[in-house]
């Protein structure tokens, strides 16, 4: 901005104010800007990842280098061709760096610049075009330190500060057709990305944020120049319109000597000039400065300035620079000099660098350290501007929940800037599906309702009342909806019992948070509530008192939903008199060795105290001793260290009736432990304790039949036996039964253990492992391992939880843990 160019006068109609000037909001200054970097362009370009990027798809993860190139118009990178190829950081602190290598007078030169915000490479005329898409404030970042020296004063950092503000709003859409709003030169303003050695103008910045210049409550084009020589200048002197708060008057802080400069040219050189600039054809010839046309403005600027030519057929012509024109027809600093001829050549002395309209930089860094402040610097180079701050059209954006419960209202709510006219626009997205979306009005909260379980983005737009923009101002915040619990199977044990004998009643349920849920359990008989229990767990037991009818009502309840309860179920039992099945130790006796073909109650009694241990699996008991029965006491006789003959004699006998003892007592409630091996069909009271203990453990997460191994007990061990690195067989072997006692006792891990919930945007050794495992599963896609939850963690959990039934909220809590432990823990053991 420095240099001469040609400037269409800010467009005012696209700024929209209220009836007072510091409750005015601009659209264009809440949405990114983009810089097309020409300085950088360059069929090569070196690209470098200081934090982790989304390209194309996939994320690079922070330290990664990539070659781009370009060819038939369509760029390179990593052996593919693209349209255009654009980099997306995951944090608004990352920067990416380009490195460019130039040629200059037959030597090699660099280019290295670090960029903040998004960066789209595409082609521009065999070259690639990188476009920065940054805010605002972080583009300022890199115009302040390159227009005016990080090194001057605080104050006159400041005043450039908010001249440059002025200047990028002023000029925004300058660039459309080429695809971007701003370039990164002189032809603009000079950008140079992010570096933090620049505090001082970083400072800058930062502390007049979003401050502007106004006139007439409408921000002006604050243009600026390295010096003005010591005389301000009327913008009416430079280019054709007057413009008020640009006038022309003395600047007695602008006088530093290293911006006088002498230039001495002979005709012949002046010749050259005026030629390479086009000012004369090839075949004219430069004959003389008329020194008599010179006239000049009350600065002491150039306002006319005449040549003398001689045409090539011998005319004689006259050429006349006036305003702008004469600083630029001879490449001058400014128009603020005198000429002389002496010696057969013009003498140019003048003062001062560039337009000499508004701010002087070299007058601004005197002013400072004379003690000014940026406010009285600008009101000095600006006659009859206010300084302004641009107010947000959206103070603050909320959501009252981050986790709701599908069928749950949740209120999200925007608070509108102090003396804005404000409309607000409320959309609700589920992944990619817009699934609300409302009008503008002034209400400024909406409740919604979802409907299915997912991730929901809220999107709020606002505009002032007044204004023709799509918005003016827009803010987002996400929320995740999990489905309700919802009781599927009620079932309480023993079946048949008595009084005095407790009865456990078990709640299966799906759905629900990460929160967990909470039950109630009330037990009403002849119409009276004898009992109401709140608890955590979905197993509840009690002892009834006398017989009669029992009625159960299950109650389950979320931890974040705001009702009484999201579902409950009801199971009747029935406490009869002898009902309890009689106890003994030698529930088997018989007078007779059994074997293969004989029948008789023996038999029966036999095959049903063999369906008890488990491993009679008929349906049903007959009194013939045939394939089956005998099948049953040979397994019987093997697992028991017997000879395996299928005879029954009175070493079996003694054996069945001890397991049979075994069955009858219970084992400790601290901890795990079982006389025998535990398999599916067996029956006892150490497989209700079994499945305690996995249900302690968060392996048993469905109702529990109390004394019997069946399917859903079996799935569990093995669950079990999976996350702890054993043979998944589903049998409770005495290394199993040790492992689940130590795991109670908390001396035992799982092969994956987390001590928070993982999602993305955090760190650490817990998402590195996650990672590792995960790529073992063929669900981490990324060739290298990190410590960083970024997208592509997040998709890799999304996917794994889709294909194991989990709600695929991308976030890994104890259900995800478990089932990545009962999946894929061995393959980690195994590794490492």
């Known amino acids: 901005?420095?240099?001469?160019?040609?400037?269409?006068?800010?467009?005012?109609?696209?700024?929209?104010?209220?009836?007072?000037?510091?409750?005015?909001?601009?659209?264009?200054?809440?949405?990114?800007?983009?810089?097309?970097?020409?300085?950088?362009?360059?069929?090569?370009?070196?690209?470098?990842?200081?934090?982790?990027?989304?390209?194309?798809?996939?994320?690079?993860?922070?330290?990664?280098?990539?070659?781009?190139?370009?060819?038939?118009?369509?760029i390179y990178m990593n052996g593919k061709q693209y349209n255009y190829i654009t980099f997306e950081p995951e944090s608004d602190d990352n920067t990416l760096k380009l490195r460019v290598v130039y040629s200059l007078w037959g030597r090699n030169y660099i280019k290295e610049y670090s960029y903040k915000g998004s960066m789209v490479f595409r082609d521009n005329g065999g070259k690639i075009l990188p476009v920065n898409i940054i805010s605002i404030e972080e583009y300022l970042k890199g115009v302040v330190p390159f227009e005016m020296s990080n090194s001057y004063p605080l104050e006159a950092l400041k005043a450039q500060a908010v001249a440059a503000r002025n200047y990028a709003l002023s000029n925004?859409?300058?660039?459309?057709?080429?695809?971007?709003?701003?370039?990164?030169?002189?032809?603009?303003?000079?950008?140079?990305?992010?570096?933090?050695?620049?505090?001082?103008?970083?400072?800058?910045?930062?502390?007049?944020?979003g401050r502007?210049?106004?006139?007439?409550?409408?921000?002006?084009?604050?243009?600026?120049?390295?010096?003005?020589?010591?005389?301000?200048?009327?913008?009416?002197?430079?280019?054709?319109?007057?413009?008020?708060?640009?006038?022309?008057?003395?600047?007695?802080?602008?006088?530093?000597?290293?911006?006088?400069?002498?230039a001495v040219y002979s005709p012949a050189e002046i010749d050259k000039k005026l030629k390479d600039r086009r000012y004369l054809s090839k075949s004219s010839t430069f004959e003389r400065i008329d020194l008599q046309s010179i006239r000049t403005y009350e600065?002491?600027?150039?306002?006319?300035?005449?040549?003398?030519?001689?045409?090539?057929?011998?005319?004689?012509?006259?050429?006349?620079?006036?305003?702008?024109?004469?600083?630029?027809?001879?490449?001058?600093?400014?128009?603020?000099?005198?000429?002389?001829?002496?010696?057969?050549?013009?003498?140019?002395?003048?003062?001062?660098?560039?337009?000499?309209?508004?701010?002087s930089q070299i007058g601004a860094r005197e002013r400072a350290r004379a003690g000014q402040t940026y406010d009285r610097i600008l009101a000095f180079y600006y006659d009859g501007t206010v300084l302004e701050s641009i107010k947000p059209v959206i103070k603050s954006f909320s959501i009252e929940r981050d986790k709701v419960i599908a069928g749950e209202e949740v209120k999200f709510t925007a608070e509108k800037s102090e003396g804005s006219s404000a409309l607000f626009k409320f959309v609700v997205k589920r992944g990619e599906t817009t699934v609300y979306s409302g009008d503008y009005r002034e209400a400024s909260s909406l409740s919604y309702t979802p409907k299915e379980s997912g991730y929901y983005k809220v999107f709020l737009y606002g505009k002032d009342k007044n204004s023709k923009e799509e918005y003016d101002d827009v803010k987002s915040s996400g929320f995740t909806v999990f489905a309700p619990p919802e009781i599927t199977k009620l079932s309480f044990s023993p079946e048949k019992t008595d009084i005095k004998k407790p009865i456990t009643v078990n709640a299966e349920i799906r759905g629900g948070s990460t929160a967990g849920v909470d039950y109630r359990f009330d037990v009403i008989k002849d119409g009276k509530k004898m009992i109401s229990?709140?608890?955590?767990?979905?197993?509840?037991?009690?002892?009834?008192?006398?017989?009669?009818?029992?009625?159960?009502?299950v109650y389950v309840k979320d931890r974040i939903s705001l009702k009484d309860s999201n579902d409950?179920?009801?199971?009747?039992?029935?406490?009869?008199?002898?009902?309890?099945?009689?106890?003994?130790?030698?529930?088997?006796?018989?007078?007779?060795?059994?074997?293969?073909?004989?029948?008789?109650?023996?038999?029966?009694?036999?095959?049903?105290?063999?369906?008890?241990?488990?491993?009679f699996k008929f349906g049903s008991t007959t009194n013939y001793f045939g394939v089956i029965t005998r099948a049953a006491v040979i397994t019987f006789q093997g697992t028991h260290g017997l000879t395996p003959n299928g005879v029954v004699?009175?070493?079996?006998?003694?054996?069945?009736?001890?397991?049979?003892?075994?069955?009858?007592?219970?084992?400790?409630?601290?901890?795990?432990?079982?006389?025998?091996?535990?398999?599916?069909?067996?029956?006892?009271?150490?497989?209700?304790?079994?499945?305690?203990?996995?249900k302690k453990l968060g392996y048993f997460n469905y109702f529990i039949t109390t004394k019997y191994f069946g399917s859903v007990t079996k799935s569990a061990v093995i669950s079990f036996q999976k996350a702890y690195g054993l043979t998944a067989n589903g049998v409770v072997d005495s290394k199993t039964a040790e492992s689940i006692d130590m795991a109670l006792e908390g001396k035992l891990k799982p092969a994956f253990n987390i001590s928070r919930i993982l999602k993305k945007g955090v760190k650490g050794e817990e998402v590195r492992e996650l990672q590792s495992i995960l790529k073992r599963m063929g669900y981490f896609k990324y060739p290298f391992i990190t410590n960083y939850y970024g997208v592509i963690t997040e998709n890799a959990v999304i996917a794994f939880q889709k294909d194991n039934g989990l709600v695929p909220d991308g976030m890994v809590g104890n259900l995800t843990v478990k089932k990545i432990n009962e999946l894929g823990a061995s393959l980690l053991r195994i590794e490492n």
């Not at 901005?1 to 005015?24: E, G, H, R």
């Not at 005319?315 to 600093?333: H, Q, V, W």
């Not at 003994?584 to 008789?600: E, K, T």
């Not at 084992?667 to 009271?685: A, E, I, N, Y």
């Open 1 to 74: 901005m420095k240099k001469s160019f040609l400037i269409i006068f800010a467009v005012f109609s696209l700024f929209v104010f209220s009836s007072k000037a510091y409750a005015y909001t601009y659209s264009g200054y809440f949405k990114d800007i983009r810089i097309g970097l020409e300085n950088m362009a360059s069929s090569r370009i070196d690209v470098s990842l200081n934090g982790s990027y989304r390209v194309e798809g996939s994320v690079l993860q922070s330290g990664t280098s990539i070659t781009l190139t370009i060819s038939g118009g369509r």
């Open 172 to 209: 925004l859409g300058k660039h459309e057709k080429d695809g971007y709003d701003l370039d990164d030169t002189t032809h603009c303003q000079v950008y140079r990305g992010y570096n933090p050695y620049y505090k001082n103008a970083i400072k800058a910045v930062e502390d007049t944020r």
């Open 212 to 262: 502007v210049l106004l006139y007439n409550n409408k921000p002006i084009s604050a243009y600026f120049s390295a010096s003005n020589g010591g005389y301000t200048e009327a913008c009416e002197n430079v280019w054709l319109q007057r413009i008020p708060y640009l006038k022309a008057k003395p600047d007695i802080y602008d006088n530093d000597d290293n911006y006088n400069w002498k």
């Open 299 to 359: 600065s002491g600027r150039i306002s006319n300035i005449d040549i003398i030519y001689r045409t090539s057929s011998g005319k004689t012509g006259r050429m006349s620079f006036s305003k702008e024109r004469a600083r630029i027809f001879l490449g001058f600093n400014s128009s603020m000099y005198k000429v002389s001829y002496s010696g057969g050549k013009y003498i140019f002395d003048g003062k001062g660098s560039g337009h000499g309209l508004g701010l």
């Open 533 to 553: 229990k709140a608890m955590q767990s979905p197993v509840f037991q009690f002892t009834p008192e006398g017989y009669g009818k029992y009625h159960i009502v």
């Open 568 to 615: 409950s179920e009801e199971i009747s039992i029935n406490v009869e008199k002898g009902a309890e099945v009689p106890k003994g130790g030698a529930a088997l006796s018989i007078s007779r060795n059994l074997s293969y073909g004989m029948v008789g109650s023996d038999v029966k009694a036999l095959q049903e105290a063999l369906k008890k241990l488990g491993v």
């Open 649 to 694: 004699d009175g070493k079996t006998v003694e054996k069945i009736n001890s397991e049979l003892l075994k069955l009858q007592t219970p084992t400790s409630g601290g901890s795990f432990s079982t006389g025998r091996t535990l398999q599916m069909g067996m029956k006892g009271d150490d497989v209700n304790e079994l499945q305690k203990a996995l």
